[in-house]
């Protein structure tokens, strides 16, 4: 099993940056990839970003240059980590909840794919 809990949103003008932090354990977490979703309002949820446990790096179309997926290992057991989300030139249409999800071995843009989620955290862009 894998547990995700998010933090780090909140209110932010346009423009404006954000990081949004994922920490991420349980004895299976070695096999998954970790991947940010988001949802606004009236809107299904829709992939962001992701990163496998090798590094490799995902985004999508619409945050490319703008958002970055990083990781820091807390421990060489690798039962926990921690996956950053560090958003730049956020927009008002970037205003969602946001959640991590963790899928082995390989990430997948479509949430159904995903059986471990956190409880998001909610990004407002606005002035």
């Known amino acids: 099993q894998v547990q995700l809990v998010e933090s780090g949103g909140g209110l932010v003008q346009p423009g404006g940056s954000l990081r949004l932090s994922c920490a991420a354990s349980?004895?299976?977490?070695?096999?998954?990839?970790i991947s940010w979703f988001r949802q606004g309002p009236g809107k299904e949820r829709e992939f962001v970003a992701a990163?496998?446990?090798?590094?490799?790096?995902?985004?999508?179309?619409?945050v490319k240059g703008r958002f970055t997926i990083s990781t820091n290992d807390t421990n060489r057991d690798n039962i926990r980590s921690t996956v950053y989300l560090q958003m730049s030139s956020l927009k008002p249409e970037d205003t969602a909840v946001y959640y991590c999800?963790?899928?082995?071995?390989?990430?997948?843009?479509?949430?159904?794919?995903?059986?471990?989620w956190g409880q998001g955290t909610q990004v407002t862009v606005s002035s």
């Open positions: 349980g004895r299976d977490l070695s096999r998954h990839s």
């Open positions: 999800g963790a899928r082995a071995p390989v990430p997948s843009s479509e949430p159904r794919h995903y059986v471990y």
């Open positions: 990163v496998t446990r090798a590094g490799t790096t995902y985004y999508a179309d619409s």
